[in-house]
């Protein structure tokens, strides 16, 4: 993938949250951001920078039953990470510019789905 082109949206994103947030916080993105980009570039196999981006599923509870989903044949069980949990995993990675959530179930079934600020 063309690292510019991953780059330029990123650095557009850290603006706006550099707008948002306290700035300290937004210097360190940006050097963990050149940290990643450059050991990217030298393809380095372990990184010292934290991860950008983190993908969590919040919780696997759905109040649809989709004939195509593969939830009908899950065993384990249903049920939500607590804010604490979900906080906890976002403090962990202090580099991250981005947190996605889904997964198997729907996100804002979570009870605290508002409140997750990221
Ligand atoms: S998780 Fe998605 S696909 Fe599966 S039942 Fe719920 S809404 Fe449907």
């Known amino acids: 993938m063309n690292m510019i082109a991953l780059i330029d949206p990123v650095m557009f994103k850290l603006f706006l949250i550099a707008l948002r947030k306290n700035h300290i916080k937004v210097l360190y993105k940006l050097g963990n951001l050149a940290l990643n ?3 990217c570039k030298k393809r380095k ?3 010292r920078s934290y991860p950008l981006k983190l993908y969590i599923e919040i919780g696997n509870i759905c109040n649809l039953h989709c004939k195509m989903c593969l939830r009908q044949w ?5 049920g939500v990470m607590s804010i ?3 906080s906890y995993i976002i403090e962990q990675n202090p ?3 981005g947190v996605g959530v889904g997964g198997w179930g729907e996100p804002l079934l979570h009870p605290h789905s508002s409140e997750i600020d990221y």
Do not use: S
């Not at 899950?74 to 249903?78: A, D, I, N, P």
């Open 74 to 78: 899950f065993k384990r069980k249903e």
């Open 84 to 86: 604490d949990q979900i």
């Open 37 to 39: 980009w450059y050991e």
């Open 95 to 97: 580099g991250l510019i």
């Open 45 to 47: 196999i372990e990184l």
